[in-house]
């Protein structure tokens, strides 16, 4: 059974960077087939598609982040990442990393992690 | 960006009753990239629908998702005291990927 497992700091201070990992196991992120991605959402508030990552480095960014977002894969430790800089309370969020299915880079969404709540404060 | 409207936004009904969940699109969904998502308190959403209509793995046939171009409606044919929960839906055939706002089903 594939699981995901976010990691990183729950709480970051405003300007400085967010830094998530998603661990992924029981399956390969170095399938063709999949893309692996991160979404987020704020508290009480709807889900919002981040970006996307295939196993070979290739990135896609929601345009409203993607001055701010950087993407990287490890293969060989079953790792992707995600690094959003100059964060402020806006992005205050439980972060998701998933697998996608099929079909498109960005959904849907068939495994998720349990998700990390990220908050930013001072 | 398309922007999914998601009606009603709370669905009070009973178990063993019908629920009709509308899914509408600012511009046509691209090849009905339309996904539907149940979501729990606490939870990770988990995938129900893709392709607007297909189920996804391990989701009972009770759930089932039609529609295209701006109009997409997941149906759960007979509510069973799990199924409630917040739904919503995606579309993921133009980017960016974006989510309704979610349409919370409670009980009556």
């Known amino acids: 059974q594939l699981q995901l497992q976010e990691s990183g700091p729950g709480l970051v201070k405003p300007s400085e960077t967010l830094s998530l990992t998603c661990t992924v196991s029981g399956g390969a992120i170095s399938s063709s087939t999949y893309h692996w991605g991160w979404i987020r959402q704020p508290p009480g508030k709807g889900l919002e598609w981040i970006g996307s990552i295939y196993y070979s480095g290739s990135t896609y960014y929601n345009p409203s982040l993607k001055s701010r977002v950087t993407m990287s894969v490890d293969t060989s430790k079953k790792q992707f990442s995600l690094k959003l800089t100059s964060v402020t309370a806006a992005d205050t969020a439980v972060y998701y990393c998933?697998?996608?299915?099929?079909?498109?880079?960005?959904?849907?969404?068939?495994?998720w992690g349990q998700g990390t709540l990220v908050t930013v404060s001072s | 960006e398309i922007v999914l409207t998601q009606s009603p936004g709370t669905l009070s009904l009973s178990p063993g009753e019908r629920a009709t969940l509308s899914c509408r699109a600012s511009q046509s969904v691209s090849s009905s990239y339309l996904a539907w998502y149940q979501q729990k308190p606490g939870q990770a959403p988990r995938l129900l629908i893709y392709g607007a209509s297909s189920r996804a793995t391990g989701i009972p046939d009770r759930f089932s998702g039609s529609g295209s171009g701006t109009d997409f409606t997941l149906t759960i044919s007979r509510l069973e005291p799990e199924d409630f929960a917040v739904y919503c839906c995606?579309?993921?055939?133009?980017?960016?990927?974006?989510f309704g706002q979610g349409t919370r089903l409670e009980i009556k």
């Open positions: 995606q579309q993921y055939g133009s980017s960016p990927a974006t």
């Open positions: 998933a697998r996608v299915y099929c079909c498109d880079s960005s959904g849907p969404f068939d495994y």
